[in-house]
């Protein structure tokens, strides 16, 4: 039988994950500290419906990128991801961070829906086109919000260029094989209600799975099956292994500018 847990076990494989997640809390904090912006706008009525905007310096935003971070839907949140906003505001966009309820809390569909609600209030705070990326669980979270059964409002879902999932898990049946579901409780009607791989997206969507070539086999599987199944349809997609990163390296290309991953989901 297969060993659903060490399937999706990326600390299991990356032998310095504790290092590299107390890295990413020094480097959140000291973005956080010398870039403009705000902190905490509330979008909805949980405690932890809050988001962070960071703002290029001296420009006008060219658009908005909403940054979704990961953690299995019951780890983490904003500040552990400042950093994340990095490379795009430099190229001069507006990025906002949300945090969510975490499960057991809450359940994946609330989620869903509390990032329904920040990207509106979000798109109230900067004009100009929209670009959505998420990492692991945040990439389940994005592509969720291009399927067409959301329902966004139409002026928002015009504003959508490209959603970008890292190393997204768009498949929850899976995870029902695993000990964390019994902090995450995925029944069977949930796993296929809230799977973006078995939902309609949008129409006309640019949609990129982006996943490290050094990942766990399953996730890499599981990019490679959304982009798969949404290439059926009327959109433009793009599946794509990043050489030698891992789960946890694979989003270090966001406080580049200019990288390949920030070109690409910017379609500079």
């Avoid at 019994?182 to 791989?197: F, G, H």
């Amino acid at each position: 039988m297969r060993d659903w847990d060490k399937a999706y076990f990326n600390g299991g494989v990356v032998q310095n994950a504790d290092e590299l997640a107390e890295e990413r809390l020094v480097k959140a904090k000291e973005f956080r500290d010398t870039t403009k912006g705000q902190l905490d706008i509330q979008y909805g009525n949980d405690e932890r419906g809050k988001l962070d905007l960071f703002l290029p310096e001296s420009t006008q935003p060219k658009g908005l990128v909403m940054f979704i971070h990961g953690g299995y839907w019951k780890a983490l949140d904003k500040s552990a991801f400042s950093h994340a906003a990095k490379g795009a505001v430099e190229m001069g966009y507006a990025v906002v961070l949300p945090s969510y309820t975490l499960c057991p809390d809450t359940k994946i569909t609330n989620i869903a829906n509390q990032m329904q609600e920040a990207l509106k209030v979000a798109s109230k705070l900067v004009d100009g086109p929209i670009f959505l990326a998420g990492h692991s669980a945040g990439g389940q979270l994005v592509a969720r919000l291009g399927c067409k059964d959301r329902n966004l409002p139409t002026e928002i879902q015009s504003r959508i260029k490209h959603i970008m999932g890292i190393s997204g898990v768009y498949d929850l049946r899976p995870i029902r094989n695993t000990a964390m579901n019994d902090i995450l409780q995925v029944n069977e009607d949930e796993a296929r209600a809230e799977s973006p791989v078995l939902l309609d997206p949008l129409e006309n969507l640019r949609f990129t799975g982006w996943v490290g070539a050094e990942e766990l086999a399953e996730f890499r599987r599981q990019n490679a099956a959304q982009c798969a199944i949404w290439g059926g349809f009327e959109t433009q997609v793009t599946a794509y292994e990043a050489p030698e990163k891992n789960h946890f390296t694979v989003i270090e290309a966001l406080e580049q500018a200019d990288s390949l991953l920030l070109r690409t989901l910017l379609n500079t």
